[in-house]
T-cell receptor, first 114, second 114 residues
């Protein structure tokens, strides 16, 4: 079965500092990996995805993610955090062997402190 | 903001009742997926509709059913409501059912079952 782990429930970072939100996955085939962000009382917003190719993927709002096949990880990063980045972040995976559904991680709450 | 809309925004129902939630997909999208997001958890895949046919289903009982219409809008129906059905229900649309496509989420419908 496919699964996604986000080992940190909460990440705190000071504004201007780099941030990392961690994600590891388990699939039986080649993974398609996604990051979404959720602001309070809002739906999920797409940030970026890895399908194939360069292991470093750039996305919206200055975010990027690094795919590491050997460590089965897909960590989300940003060089300089903003207070407005504070939100709930979800990593998700799609595996061809399990049809069309996304499997989401439990989420990591990011707090950027001024 | 995505072009995905959902109605109603909030809903309160009594255990045993039935409920219908509605979703309008983003223009140009022919695939709609439904997710249940319980408080403090990541979204859980319910099912997906592609060109009016169910195209994958998660681990939800048959009392969760759906429809997709020729204009690609969709309904989620839940019969015999249980207290555990209280959650945020998210609809997401995409350009197709291929796993490479990102999904664009609506703001959700908050269902409370008492």
């Amino acid at each position: 079965a496919q699964s996604v782990a986000q080992p940190e429930d909460q990440v705190n970072v000071a504004e201007g500092n780099p941030l990392t939100v961690k994600c590891t996955y388990s699939v039986s085939g080649n993974p398609y990996l996604f990051w979404y962000v959720q602001y309070p009382n809002r739906g999920l917003q797409f940030l970026l995805k890895y399908i194939t190719g360069d292991n470093l993927v750039k996305g919206s709002y200055g975010f990027e993610a690094e795919f590491n096949k050997s460590q089965t990880s897909f960590h989300l990063k940003k060089p300089s955090a903003l207070v407005s980045d504070s939100a709930l972040y979800f990593c998700a995976v799609r595996d061809l062997n399990y049809g069309q559904n996304f499997v989401f991680g439990p989420g990591t709450r990011l707090s950027v402190l001024p | 903001e995505t072009g995905v809309t959902q109605s109603p925004t909030h809903l309160i129902k009594t255990r045993g009742q039935q409920v219908t939630l509605r979703c309008s997909s983003q223009s140009g999208h022919n695939t709609v997926s439904w997710y249940q997001q319980a408080l403090g958890q990541g979204p859980q895949f319910i099912f997906q509709y592609y060109r009016e046919e169910e195209n994958g289903r998660g681990n939800f009982p048959p009392r969760f059913s759906g429809l997709q219409f020729p204009n690609y809008s969709s309904e989620l129906n839940v019969n015999a409501l249980e207290l555990d059905d209280s959650a945020l229900y998210l609809c997401a649309s995409s350009k197709g059912s291929d796993r490479a496509y990102e999904q664009y989420f609506g703001p959700g419908t908050r269902l409370t079952v008492t």
